[in-house]
C-alpha cells in the first residue's frame, strides 16, 4: 500500500501597508490542493482536500533611475495540515501536517 499527497495550485492574495516611504509591510491569504495518490490493495480512496493560510513580510522597497526600484522581503508563512479519512474503512486516515516556512526575497523590477 502506497499514499502520496502532492500540493498543487498554490493561489495567494496580499496587502502592502506603507509604514514610511521605503519599509512596508505585507499581510497575505492563501489556499492550495492537497491531492493524494493511493495505490491500496483494499481498493480505497482517501480523497482530496482544501487548505488554508496566511502570509506576513516585512519589507524594504527603494525606487532607483528610470522606473526602476530594488526590494528586500523577510516572510513567514503558516499553513493548515489536514486529516483525510479512506473512503472504504473508516478506521483508516492519513494526515497532513501544517506548513510553516520563512522566506527572504531580493526583487529588481521596473515600474510602468
Known amino acids: 500500500n502506497k499514499v502520496k499527497v502532492s500540493f498543487e495550485d498554490l493561489v495567494s492574495i496580499y496587502a502592502l501597508a506603507n509604514l514610511n516611504d ?3 509591510a505585507k499581510f497575505g491569504y492563501m489556499q492550495l ?3 493524494t495518490e493511493e495505490n491500496l490493495g ?4 482517501y480523497g482530496n482536500d482544501t487548505l488554508d493560510g496566511f502570509t506576513i513580510g516585512l519589507g524594504y522597497n527603494m525606487d532607483l ?3 526602476m526600484f530594488v526590494r528586500g522581503e523577510a516572510a513567514y508563512m503558516d499553513i493548515n495540515g489536514t486529516t483525510l479519512t ?7 486516515s492519513v494526515s497532513a501536517d501544517g ?3 520563512y522566506g ?5 523590477g521596473k515600474s510602468f
Do not use: H, L, Q, R
Open 22 to 24: 521605503n519599509v512596508y
Open 33 to 35: 490542493e492537497a491531492v
Open 42 to 45: 483494499t481498493g480505497g480512496a
Open 65 to 67: 533611475a528610470d522606473g
Open 86 to 92: 479512506n473512503a472504504n474503512d473508516s478506521t483508516k
Open 99 to 101: 506548513i510553516t516556512g
Open 104 to 108: 527572504a526575497a531580493v526583487s529588481v
